[in-house]
């Protein structure tokens, strides 16, 4: 077995912003703490009959492709294959994430990402975290696959660990797509071990306040107001900590942008025991700025963000 107290090392490769991402822009961040799978067994029967219902009304109701318009499908294989050719090489961005960053530019926590947020993986994901399609989220669930595998090519016994989402978007949209994304992915990653231990608390930073008639959203915020927004408001809790502390901890999202998200989730798995390696991303809204590390090169172990 590899050295899993390694950190993510160099990502080795597997072979326009369409409306408004709630996630980009998102509601206040009140607590919820269901993400994932419902615990009861009737309530996981009702999820399950509502997507069967609504996977056969897709197919009695015309549909388009999310990305291109074209009839029958949700993803067009056009639009499929570019989606494969925008996410062929996952590269490390955590270098346009300035909360993974020190003022010396000294890496806090590595990311590795799929591809960059823009042309059909910007549109696919975006309608995909609005509407929730199976037929996309395959197609994202495997880039984001190869983007684990990508950073985990130097070690095994990693486990990966979802990012929650605010309750308002799970209120709106009825599902957390980082978790549906995740579980896909993981037919794709055998021996693959998913813990869901993060849960969204009332933060404890100091409230930023809101732009006028944008309540809660970070755009337009630097990092240190990002950071203060959502500082406090993620933890493990006790009974949960046993099934992360001591063990190597990979955080999963679906966009990075200024790392502030990624870097809560370390802070309150690192408080839980955690030896947190880094992170993974399906997309990085900032596109790598230089080519990769020579093969070999490491970053320093991650500091706490």
Known sequence: MNDTSRPIGPVRSPDGEPGRDPDLHPPLPWAAKHRA?????????????AGAGGELLALAVPVDCVCCGAEDKALCAACSGRIRHLTRRPFRAEGGAPALMDVAGTVLLPVVA??????????????????GQHQVGESLARALAAAVRAA?????????????????????????????????????LPGAAVVDVLRKVRPTGARTPAWPGRPGGQKGLGRGARSQRVRGSMRVSGRSRPL????????????????????????????????????VVLAATRPPEAPEPAAGARAGPPKQP
């Open 244 to 279: 992360v502390a001591g063990r190597s901890c990979i955080i999963v999202d679906d966009v990075l942008t200024t790392g502030a998200t990624i870097g809560e989730a370390a802070r309150a798995l690192h408080q839980a025991g955690a030896k947190v390696r880094g992170a």
């Open 114 to 131: 799929a591809g960059v947020y823009r042309e059909e993986l910007a549109q696919g994901l975006l309608s995909f975290k609005r509407h």
């Open 152 to 188: 985990t090519a130097d070690g095994d016994g990693f486990v990966l660990v979802p990012v929650p989402t605010s309750t308002a978007a799970y209120v709106n949209r009825g599902f957390s797509p980082v978790h549906l994304l995740l579980k896909e992915a993981a037919g794709h």
């Open 37 to 49: 799978e419902q615990p009861s067994a009737l309530l996981r029967l009702f999820d399950w009959v």
